[in-house]
T-cell receptor
Framework: AQRVTQPEKLLSVFKGAPVELKCNYS??????LFWYVQYSRQRLQLLLR??SRESIKGFTADLNKGETSFHLKKPFAQEEDSAMYYC?????????FGSGTKLNVKP | KAGVTQTPRYLIKTRGQQVTLSCSPI?????VSWYQQTPGQGLQFLFE???????NKGNFPGRFSGRQFSNSRSEMNVSTLELGDSALYLC????????????FGPGTRLTVL
């Protein structure tokens, strides 16, 4: 069965520090993976997807099939990055979301 | 362009009742997905509709059903409500397949007493 695991419920870092939000998945085929973000009082929105191989707001995520991971990274965290982050796996047209990690960037 | 809208935003029902939630996707989007969000289970996929057809369904009991109209608007219905159905119900639309960028609505907060 498909599963997405985000082991950290809360991650607190200081402004300017590197941040890594962990995501591990289990999937029997070639996964299509995404990171979604929800800022305070805003809607859930797409941050990035692995097929785009792009950097959004300084965030990157690399798919590691050997480790079945799709960790989200940013070299220098900003206070405005504080939000809830969800890793998601797409199986045909069905999304499986992780439980989410709350990132708190302290000044 | 206007975003995904959901009505009503808040709803209070009692056990045994039924409820219908509505979702209007972004103009031109034909795929609509529904999710249930709870503190304990997180975001769980309910079903996805495309061109009035249910393409995918999550692991929810038959009390949860949905439909999509020719204008892509979608409704979901929950019959015989249980306390555990209290949740935030989110809908998301995308142009054709869910893998293309999904745009989420603000959600409907359902409370079952």
């Amino acid at each position: 069965a498909q599963r997405v695991t985000q082991p950290e419920k809360l991650l607190s870092v200081f402004k300017g520090a590197p941040v890594e939000l962990k995501c591990n998945y289990s999937y029997s085929g070639s996964p299509e993976l995404f990171w979604y973000v929800q800022y305070s009082r805003q809607r859930l929105q797409l941050l990035l997807r692995h097929i785009s191989r792009e950097s959004i707001k300084g965030f990157t995520a690399d798919l590691n099939k050997g480790e079945t991971s799709f960790h989200l990274k940013k070299p220098f965290a900003q206070e405005e990055d504080s939000a809830m982050y969800y890793c998601a796996l797409l199986d045909y047209n069905k999304f499986y979301f992780g439980s989410g990690t709350k990132l708190n960037v302290k000044p | 362009k206007a975003g995904v809208t959901q009505t009503p935003r808040y709803l209070i029902k009692t056990r045994g009742q039924q409820v219908t939630l509505s979702c209007s996707p972004i103009s031109g989007h034909r795929s609509v997905s529904w999710y249930q969000q709870t503190p304990g289970q997180g975001l769980q996929f309910l079903f996805e509709y495309f061109s009035e057809t249910q393409r995918n369904k999550g692991n929810f009991p038959g009390r949860f059903s949905g439909r999509q109209f020719s204008n892509s608007r979608s409704e979901m219905n929950v019959s015989t409500l249980e306390l555990g159905d209290s949740a935030l119900y989110l809908c998301a639309s995308s142009r054709d397949r869910a893998g293309n960028e999904q745009f989420f609505g603000p959600g409907t907060r359902l409370t079952v007493l």
